[in-house]
C-alpha cells in the first residue's frame, strides 16, 4: 500500500486540482442529492445469530441511531525546509502526471517490480518527466501527509434482521451509502458488491490513522458507467485502540479519461456507541 502511495497517490494528493475535480466529479453525487437518509425497511427485532467472523465483529461493533460524524481526508503539504511553494509542487505533480499518462505501459509494469521488490518508491526515470532532485522532492512528500478533519455530517445507521443500512446526510468522497449483508458477509455499494478481502490487526505501524483493528472488504473491479473507472474499492470497517471510536475507512483506485490511476481515500470517525 505504501509502495502505491509514494510512487503515485502522492502526487495526486499534491495536485490542488485533482482533489477538486473528486468532490465535483465523482459519480456526480451530490449533498444535496443526499439530504433523506431515511431507510427502506422498518426497523425490526434482530434475530439472535452467529455470523462469519467479519460479519459478527461488524454486527457487534454498530449500533442503531444517528452520529455526528467527523470526515478526514489526507492532506500533504511541502516540507518546511522545501525550497518549493505549494503552486510549483502542484505544477511538478501535473507535469509527472502527463508524463505518466503517455507512458502507462511502462508505468504499470514498473509497478509490479516494485510489488516484488524490498523498495518503497520507484527508482527514478526520465519518463517522469521531472527531474531527479525534483522526484525526489515530492517522493520526500510521504512524510508530511497527515489525516485532516474536512468536515463534519450525520450518518445514520439502521439495523434490520441479517442487514445494516449506512446512510450519510453529508456525502463521502467514494461512498455515500451501504448496505452490510451480515449473513453472506458481503457489503453492497453503489458500485457493486465488495466481498471479503482481509482482517487488519491493530500494529505500531498503524501511525496515520491510529492504532485500530477491524476488517476490509473488496470490490475488484467495478462494472458499473461512471466518469472515473475503478480498479479496486475498499471499505474497512474498525475500532481504534485507545479512543473506541469507530472508523471507516473508503479508498479507491480511479481511472480517468487519460487513464491515469488514482487513489480516492476518506476516513468517517465518530463515537459508534454515543448515537
Known amino acids: 500500500m505504501k509502495k502505491i502511495l509514494i510512487s503515485l497517490v502522492v502526487i495526486m494528493a499534491l495536485a490542488g486540482c485533482s482533489s477538486e475535480s473528486k468532490e465535483e466529479n465523482h459519480s456526480g453525487t451530490t449533498e444535496e442529492k443526499n439530504e433523506d437518509i431515511e431507510l427502506v425497511q422498518e426497523e425490526e427485532p434482530e434475530t439472535i445469530k452467529q455470523y462469519e467472523e467479519p460479519a459478527q465483529f461488524v454486527h457487534e461493533l454498530l449500533k442503531s441511531g444517528q452520529f455526528t460524524v467527523d470526515y478526514l481526508e489526507e492532506q500533504v503539504a511541502p516540507p518546511q525546509d522545501s525550497s518549493l511553494s505549494q503552486e510549483e509542487m502542484d505544477k511538478l505533480a501535473d507535469t509527472m ?4 499518462a503517455d507512458n502507462m505501459d511502462w508505468y504499470q509494469s514498473e509497478m509490479e517490480k516494485l510489488e516484488l521488490s524490498d523498495q518503497d518508491k520507484l527508482p527514478y526515470d526520465p519518463k517522469f518527466g521531472i527531474t531527479e532532485e525534483e522526484y525526489n522532492l515530492l517522493s520526500n512528500v510521504w512524510d508530511q501527509i497527515e489525516l485532516v478533519k474536512t468536515r463534519e455530517g450525520q450518518l445514520k445507521i439502521q439495523k434490520v434482521d441479517g442487514k445494516i443500512g449506512i446512510a450519510g446526510k453529508s456525502t463521502g468522497n467514494v461512498l455515500t451509502k451501504v448496505g452490510i449483508d451480515l449473513e453472506n458477509n458481503k457489503i453492497l455499494t453503489e458500485f457493486g458488491i465488495a466481498t471479503y478481502d482481509r482482517k487488519i490487526e491493530a ?16 470490490i475488484a473491479e467495478s462494472t458499473h458507467d461512471f466518469e472515473f473507472l475503478f480498479t479496486d474499492l475498499n471499505i474497512c470497517i474498525g475500532q481504534l485502540v485507545e479512543s473506541g471510536e469507530t472508523i471507516i475507512y473508503n479508498n479507491a483506485g480511479l481511472i480517468d479519461n487519460f487513464g491515469v490511476v488514482m487513489e480516492v481515500s476518506e476516513l468517517i470517525k465518530f463515537q459508534g456507541n454515543k448515537p
Not at 97 to 100: K, Q, S, V, Y
Not at 203 to 218: A, F, H, P, S, V
Open 203 to 218: 500494529n505500531e505501524n498503524q501511525i496515520l490513522t491510529g492504532i485500530w483493528n477491524g476488517y476490509c472488504w473488496k
Open 97 to 100: 502526471l502527463t508524463n505518466l
